[in-house]
């Protein structure tokens, strides 16, 4: 008598569904672009029916929102622990969270094109959503590097904004597994407006915003 296998829970089963719909959804929109993917072209990949996806988004666009959305945090997490990797030098951890997101999109195709090529054109809150990210990530570099009176105040988001072009191009022409080889010269594009004025052991403003808060308490 063969060992009857464990019953999944409904909630996994229902979570592994909608994974299935979202890896779906990114492998189709890098294949073919967003606009042509059409719902029977999703639950077809996914293997999954038609009401399933309804029963789980509203449409097309909701699924595409919710892919992208999945994949930011996966992103912020990926920095976050290549960050971490580093030692207390606020220039390393810039250069390593660069180099853990290049890994990640390399690793990670059909998402790499989700995230910066098809979500620009796929809908206006695609878009929207896309511009609230890089914002986010504006403000993470903003923390995370010492404050350069000579600088202009929109540096970061020229800076976060010239990596993001840069990856874009990189990945619309095909070359998304080549994305690591960007290292030396994104880490120098991101990190030389900062060395005129602070040496690479210099506290990231972050830090310093905690301290003085640390020390009003």
């Known amino acids: ?22 890896d779906a959804m990114s492998e189709l929109s890098a294949e073919q672009g967003y606009e042509a993917t059409k719902i029977a072209d999703i639950v077809r990949r996914a293997g999954v029916a038609r009401k ?8 097309k666009e909701a699924l595409f929102l919710a892919t992208f959305d999945a994949l930011l945090v996966e992103v912020k997490e990926t920095l976050e622990a290549g960050c971490r990797s580093a030692d207390d030098l606020w220039a390393k951890r810039v250069e390593n969270g660069l180099e853990a ?34 914002q986010e990530f504006v403000e993470l570099l903003r923390r995370s590097t010492p404050e350069n009176p000579s600088l202009p105040g ?4 020229a ?24 290292l030396p010269e994104l880490s120098e594009f991101v990190l030389s407006p900062y060395h005129g004025v602070a040496e690479l052991g210099a506290q ?14």
């Open 1 to 22: 008598m063969k060992p009857s296998r464990p019953e999944l829970s409904r909630e996994f089963v229902a979570a592994h569904k909608r994974r299935r719909m979202m």
């Open 52 to 59: 399933t996806l309804y029963d789980n988004f509203d449409g």
């Open 101 to 134: 997101l290049l890994e990640f999109l390399a690793q990670r195709p059909a998402l790499a094109r989700l995230g910066m090529v098809e979500v620009l054109s796929a809908t206006p809150a695609a878009s929207a959503r896309y511009n609230a990210a890089i």
């Open 154 to 157: 929109t540096i970061e988001e």
């Open 159 to 182: 800076l976060v904004g010239g990596v993001a072009w840069i990856l874009h191009q990189q990945i619309r022409a095909g070359k998304t597994a080549q994305a690591v080889e960007l």
């Open 204 to 217: 990231p403003r972050g830090e310093s915003d905690s301290t003085v808060a640390d020390s009003n308490t």
